[in-house]
């Protein structure tokens, strides 16, 4: 018998119908012994749909009464849970964020958490009731109410989670785990029982898109074991914890970014002192910059190629420009037409030959490859937009034809 926090997505609680189905979940773990804390997102759309409502009004809100209005989204949720868990004959009591004790940064619309001050959780856990509380949001010094951010309630599952020293913090959606790609687009993508924090902060920043990243870095920070799984099909689904067992796959998963852009300088002088300019030109307008790639020099020029996100590549060229002749450049080009295709897995630190295979299958494939960067536990190429699910099947068959599952 445990604590175990159970966070649901809006999706999952987005009709009555799910909300019973949820309340169901719920009252069984409750019913096995456990003291169960309870974390919601708002129904459905809807914050997209006030948000949309808030528009309607003024296109220039404050953040400040866009977080108030925002906040009302998780606050439904709370309570029609509760009713729910109420009608099935189970102690049970919904608290907002700040009710719940979470205070948070001043900044609205992305606020941090500062602290939870759980006395009153604690005394709610005490006398038995289910405690409900209202994802996303928490309260600054100021007593205003603050949103953390879109997605935020995964984060709020594991504050609480790490504060109550949970045995467990397990995240229902409405996929029912982690994939070793998109099952869209890979028909043997196969569900993985488990994952380290490292891999799944990789994956999520590739776009795999089923953990809010900040979640996940603060459950490996707190070392808070965290399970994600389906709310409609009673299955396990996919841990995420420090270690995980030794087993056959060398790579966890395989992931596609389409959000990237390829800016290419040429014809710069091979000197000291050439990418440190341009880098710091770059970073001084926060714009992050990914693959990088130097050629090496010849008749005294290089070139030097890296990728931005999309959205700031026209900025990235105009402030290149302004300083061409600092560095000295021939000329500036840039492509949209790029994908970054890239393989994670904690396993291929200690096993050679993982970039080749995947090399191997992009050439059988018949893909040229125009960047590659490597880490740890990621190797990434950067391909021609229009082979990128052609690429994604290729490496998926060629590290997962091999094991048995
Ligand atoms: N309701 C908020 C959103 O849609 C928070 C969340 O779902 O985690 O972003
Ligand atoms: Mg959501």
Redesign the pocket.
């Known amino acids: 018998m445990g604590l175990i926090v159970q966070k649901f997505?809006?999706s999952s609680v987005k009709d009555a119908e799910r909300i019973f189905n949820v309340a169901g979940i719920i009252t069984e773990t409750y019913k096995q012994g456990h003291s169960v804390v309870v974390v919601v997102?708002?129904q459905g759309d809807?914050?997209?749909d006030l948000i949309e409502k808030a528009h309607e009004i003024n296109p220039n809100p404050s953040k400040r009464e866009m977080d108030m209005l925002?906040s009302t989204?998780?606050q439904i949720s709370i309570s029609l849970l509760a009713m729910a868990i109420e009608k099935l004959g189970y102690p049970v009591i919904s608290l907002t964020g700040w009710q719940a004790g979470f205070i948070t940064h001043s900044n609205y619309g992305s606020a941090r958490i500062r602290r939870i001050e759980s006395e009153r959780l604690k005394s709610e856990l005490d006398k038995k009731n289910i405690v409900i509380v209202a994802?996303?949001q928490g309260i600054n010094r100021y007593d205003d109410i603050t949103t953390l951010g879109?997605?935020?309630?995964?984060t709020s599952a594991v504050a609480i989670a790490s504060q109550l020293q949970a045995d467990l913090c397990q995240i229902y959606t409405d996929v029912d785990g982690v994939y070793t790609a998109d099952p869209r687009i890979v028909k043997g993508a196969v569900k993985l029982d488990e994952i380290t924090y490292d891999e799944m902060l990789e994956l999520a920043s590739l776009g795999a898109n089923v953990l809010?990243n900040r979640s996940v870095e603060m459950a490996k920070k707190y070392n808070v074991n965290l399970e994600v799984l389906s709310s409609l099909e009673r299955k396990p689904g996919t841990t995420v914890k420090e270690v995980v067992k030794m087993e056959k796959m060398l790579i966890k998963g395989v992931a596609k970014d389409e959000d990237v852009a390829r800016i290419a300088i040429i014809g710069l002088p091979d000197t000291p002192g050439i990418a440190y300019k341009i880098f710091s030109t770059l970073a001084q307008k926060k714009i992050n910059v990914d693959i990088i790639l130097q050629s090496i020099g010849r008749h005294n020029t290089k070139d030097i190629s890296f990728t931005v996100p999309r959205a700031d590549k026209e900025t990235a060229i105009s402030l290149l420009e302004e300083k061409y002749e600092l560095f000295g450049a021939e000329k500036i080009e840039s492509c949209d037409n790029v994908v970054k295709v890239s393989i994670v897995g904690a396993g291929m630190q200690s096993n050679p030959g993982v970039a080749a295979k995947m090399f191997e299958a992009l050439f059988e494939a018949n893909i040229n490859i125009q960047m590659i960067s490597t880490s740890e536990i990621k190797i990434s190429v950067l391909i021609d937009r229009k082979d990128a699910n052609v690429a994604v099947n290729a490496i998926h068959d060629a590290f997962y034809q091999t094991i048995e599952k």
């Open positions: 997505g809006g997102s708002a809807t914050t997209d925002l989204g998780e994802g996303f879109r997605g935020g309630s995964d809010h």
